[in-house]
């Protein structure tokens, strides 16, 4: 850990908590000095180990590769409420470029900024200090109540969440309820929930032609003519309509790679990346066997490899969204949207045993971005959202 900054007038550097400190702002702030960038932890899951051990949680660290993962669990019970997110934050860049050091907390105009407040260290101090003051305050509380937390959500994602998902699974631990702390909203706490995102499948297509000299192109082939029609044929393509949830599905090329580095050379082959973004309205492998009946149609001569990086999942209405719209209501006085937009998140890995999985966090604007930050009020509003959630959803038996 780096050493503390010395006393300023004009920002105030949060650390351990003072005196009259809002328990979730000092430990959000703790949680920020640790630079966890993927996949190292840098202790964060060993200090929130060291808080739930306290209120009746048994902590599991399972680790594959180079990931730390946790699982800490109360109670034995049905219906299982686990908490979800991720230590790992993404590389700060250039710290000559934020105005305060990305790892030393810092508050200015109301606001806490530092790497991870947003996303989503801001969110784990919440989940934290309101399972803490839950349990005190209903420790016979009903069912069974969990943290599943790991360092390897920005990075590949492969020995993380899904790590310990398969763990579960084998042993038949189910869960019903998950909340993902991702930053969901848009411009206010509160204003969104997300309740599905879209699937990702991606693929790198590599067309096959002749190399030849660019001064004779009757004896050659070349590739990247060859594949035009059919590529502004796939840009054009209606994959579906998308449905209530979820908006149609899109297909975007990311990058194509052709040619020798020679101006003189036609090339032997072009290779070009690919993504579907896709709703529950199509299955991956019919996407797959649309876009092949459009290279075949035109002739060419290739391979594509497929990765499928999530399925869509979506949590219709049911007592987790009801809980949830109940408590943001109550805290905030507003309704929130239900939303599937955005990219892909860990849920994808926990909707493959959990019935229910919704994302409930802070703003997302500055998210990845220099000078991260979070609202210093929104934090114990995001703990009281969460602490009313597990108040509707594991009452105290009467």
Known sequence: MPPAAEADPVMAHAGNQAAGEDATVALAAQLIRRRSITPDDAGCLDLIADRLRPAGFRCEFIRRGAVSNLWARRGDQRPL??????????????????????????????????RG?????????AFVTAAEDF???????????????????????????????????RRGEVLDYCIVGEP???????????????????????????????????????PIHLL????????????????????????????????????????????????????????PEQLQR???????????????????????????????????LQAIRD??????ELSTSGGTS???????????????GPVNASIHQVNECVEVAALPQLAAIYRRILEQLLPADA
Not at 136 to 150: I, V
Not at 204 to 221: C, F, M
């Open 228 to 283: 035009a029609p059919a590529l502004a044929t796939l840009a054009a393509m209606v994959w579906d309509e998308g449905n209530e949830f979820f908006p149609p599905t899109t297909w975007q090329v990311s990058n194509i790679h052709g040619g020798t580095g020679a101006g003189n050379v036609i090339p032997g082959s072009v290779v070009v990346d690919f993504n579907f973004r896709f709703a529950t309205a199509s299955e």
């Open 81 to 114: 409420l686990c908490f979800a997110g991720h230590t790992d934050v993404v590389p700060s860049g250039p710290a000559t470029e934020w105005q305060s050091d990305p790892f030393q907390p810092t508050q200015r105009a109301g606001l806490l900024y530092g």
């Open 290 to 324: 649309r876009l092949c009946a459009v290279l075949d149609a035109a002739g060419l001569s290739y391979d594509i490899s497929w990765t499928l990086g999530a399925r869509p999942f979506l949590t219709g209405r049911g007592a987790l969204i009801e809980a949830a």
């Open 184 to 222: 969901t909203a848009n411009t206010r706490l509160g204003d969104t929930i997300k309740n599905g995102r879209r699937g990702s499948l991606s693929g790198r297509l590599t067309v096959r032609g002749i190399q030849g000299h660019i001064a004779y192109p009757h004896l050659a082939k070349n």
């Open 331 to 336: 805290e905030t006085g507003i309704t929130p």
């Open 346 to 360: 860990d849920g994808r890995f926990i909707a493959a045993i959990c019935p229910q999985v919704v994302e409930i």
């Open 117 to 125: 407040a947003a996303d989503m260290k801001g969110s784990l101090a």
């Open 135 to 169: 349990v005190a305050a209903r420790p016979a509380h009903r069912g069974s109540l969990a943290f599943l937390l790991t360092s390897d959500e920005e990075g590949d994602a492969v020995d993380g969440t899904v790590a310990v998902t398969d763990a579960l699974a």
